[in-house]
């Protein structure tokens, strides 16, 4: 039974390239959650999914950030145009039901470095 | 102020040693409280949760919530070097698609 899985593990881009990462949730889930995580900060909240839907956005940047969830495949955290300041850990975690205690099983992230 | 507040440390205790880790909120419409457990370049994993007020044990691990105060605490018994990690507080409120709100993380080095 196959954890979050999370895809590049590490990812360098140059100013103004263009980031994607993905996130294949755990085996029966179909929320996902994604996280941002600076240098000796905690996670930041970005966007809540479900299959097809954003349920909640509000931690994502206005700008150049996307995220999708399709029917089929693996959830998108994309970053158009990235800048130095993009560089963190991005975490995507996965749950099989929304509300309770919510419980989140996290990926091993994906470290983006923005050169 | 941040809504969810903790000291980022670093905290060094000798093996064997009790650890008490906290953290302060302000927003008191958080009903779920949670503890996770990060070891360097990975993923968090959940160790404890609790809802509302009052204590939860699992092994060595105490959870302590105090709505009255905003304060929730994790103890940790007979630490071991193992459990050295960054140790991160959550919470969230009531509804079903509220977001898990994380404290900054205090890492946590047991000494051998």
């Known amino acids: 039974n196959a954890g979050v899985m999370q895809n590049p593990r590490h990812l360098v881009r140059r100013r103004g390239q263009e980031a994607r990462l993905r996130c294949s949730p755990m085996?029966?889930?179909?929320?996902v959650y994604w996280y941002r995580q600076l240098p000796e900060e905690g996670l930041k909240f970005m966007v809540y999914?479900?299959?097809?839907?954003?349920?909640?956005e509000s931690g994502m940047p206005k700008e150049r950030f996307s995220a999708e969830f399709p029917k089929e495949g693996p959830s998108i955290l994309r970053i158009q145009q990235v800048v130095r300041g993009d560089s963190a850990a991005y975490f995507c975690?996965?749950?099989?039901?929304?509300?309770?205690?919510?419980?989140?099983?996290f990926g091993p992230g994906t470290r983006l470095t923005v050169l | 102020q941040k809504e969810v507040e903790q000291d980022p440390g670093p905290l060094s205790v000798p093996e064997g040693a009790i650890v008490s880790l906290n953290c302060t909120y302000s927003?008191?419409?958080?009903?779920?409280f949670m503890w996770y457990r990060q070891y360097s370049r990975k993923g968090p994993e959940l160790l404890m949760y609790?809802?509302?007020?009052g204590n939860k044990e699992d092994g060595r691990f105490t959870a302590q919530v105090d709505k009255s105060s905003k304060y929730i605490s994790l103890f940790i018994r007979d630490s071991q070097p193992s459990d050295s990690a960054t140790y991160l507080c959550?919470?969230?409120?009531?509804?079903?698609?509220?977001?898990?709100?994380f404290g900054s993380g205090t890492r946590l080095s047991i000494r051998p």
């Open positions: 975690a996965s749950s099989p039901a929304a509300g309770g205690v919510n419980e989140q099983f």
């Open positions: 085996k029966g889930h179909s929320h």
């Open positions: 999914l479900q299959k097809e839907n954003i349920i909640d």
């Open positions: 927003n008191s419409a958080f009903q779920y």
């Open positions: 609790t809802y509302s007020s």
């Open positions: 959550a919470m969230r409120d009531g509804s079903s698609a509220s977001k898990i709100i």
